[in-house]
């Protein structure tokens, strides 16, 4: 057994936080992969800002301000650069970083990492590619995000959805560009269906209260399309959102140059759900083109495999199953894995 310590200075979470209400993907992801090292015998301490000392599912929590232990086997500095060498007497340290990686090259970041060299951690080999060769490392490694067993346990469905498509990503990415698209280019041409939006600020903490008047000018272009459809909801928990996907036919996005794994996709696909996006960021590496959604590389494409994707049941169907049969392979499990291989022998 070894003594993992992650080390997160970001929002307020904690084990418990998935069940209760909407969580990013960052933190969904540290709640996932924490949990299943636990479960593999693993001593698991993670230090950030959530309220109070507990243990849950096996792990244990606690304010960072109360401070870090002394040692670990594998020390995971999550996203802070004031983490990275916060434990000196680690055996080993990596760095998980989760957005696009040019803000490591900020003097603050390069100078803690030219000097004490931690593995960085990417989610995706587009992720790997935005931090540069030249810049340093003590090793550079892709472990992808898993996917939610409650995802991973989907059935296949024995009727086709209604004409539904669904978004549950940030609005500021690309939301008002899908909306432009849906009223002009795809809803005109299927007018029984509809587009649900699970989205809004309360997924991001802190970080969405800042941004949340950029997100409401987006959402109130939502607001305004109800004749067309257009359907807004608050994000919801993922137990919720699995609920929601059995009655979904297709998920429309973009796909954004900062989004370095998108669970969203991850989540629908795992779950049967076909998906449009475009040709952007990490996108292409959670859709099989032509197998469990389209890739479109223009405009026209994409709303015109969305007005397929919408009418057309028997295509539903075989990317329907093929998203069940292909988008349930790497689960947190392969991912806790990936990281215990990181552990010092």
Not at 40 to 66: F, K, M, Q, Y
Not at 96 to 101: D, F, G, L, T, V
Not at 214 to 233: F, I, N, P, T, Y
Request: charged letters at 25%.
């Amino acid at each position: 057994m070894a003594r993992i310590v992650l080390a997160d200075d970001g929002i307020e979470f904690d084990g418990e936080s998935p069940s209760k209400g909407p969580l990013g993907g960052v933190e969904s992801a540290i709640v996932e992969l924490t949990r299943k090292l636990a479960a593999r015998g693993h001593e698991v301490l993670i230090r950030n800002n959530c309220l109070a000392e507990r243990t849950i599912d096996g792990v244990s929590w606690a304010p960072i301000s109360h401070g870090l232990p002394e040692a670990a086997d594998l020390y995971i500095a999550n996203r802070g650069d004031k983490l990275i060498g916060a434990m000196p007497g680690a055996r080993r340290t990596v760095f998980w970083i989760h957005n696009p990686a040019q803000y490591l090259l900020k003097w603050r970041y390069l100078s803690k990492l030219w000097r004490l060299r931690p593995t960085i951690i990417f989610i995706g080999e587009y992720h790997k590619t935005t931090y540069p060769l030249w810049a340093p490392s003590g090793g550079r490694v892709v472990i992808p995000y898993g996917i939610g067993e409650a995802f991973c346990r989907s059935e296949p469905a024995d009727v086709p959805p209604p004409p539904r498509a669904i978004f549950t990503s940030n609005p500021l990415r690309s939301l008002d560009w899908l909306l432009d698209r849906w009223e002009k280019g795809i809803q005109p041409f299927v007018p029984q269906a509809e587009l649900h939006l699970y989205s809004g600020p309360g997924t991001y903490g802190a970080v969405g209260d800042s941004k949340a008047i950029e997100m409401d000018r987006v959402l109130d272009q939502a607001r305004s399309l109800a004749d067309r459809g257009v359907v807004l909801h608050a994000p919801v928990p993922k137990p919720e959102l699995i609920e929601i996907f059995k009655d979904t036919r297709v998920m429309l996005y973009k796909g954004d140059l900062n989004e370095t794994f998108c669970a969203a996709l991850a989540e629908a696909q795992a779950a049967g759900v076909p998906a449009i996006v475009g040709k952007f960021g990490s996108v292409v590496e959670r859709v099989i083109n032509g197998e469990t959604g389209t890739v479109a590389t223009t405009d026209q494409e994409f709303m015109g495999a969305a007005v397929k994707l919408l009418q057309d049941d028997v295509l539903w169907k075989r990317q329907h199953q093929s998203a069940l049969a292909r988008q349930q392979e790497w689960g947190w499990d392969e991912a806790a894995a990936a990281f215990e291989g990181l552990i010092p022998a």
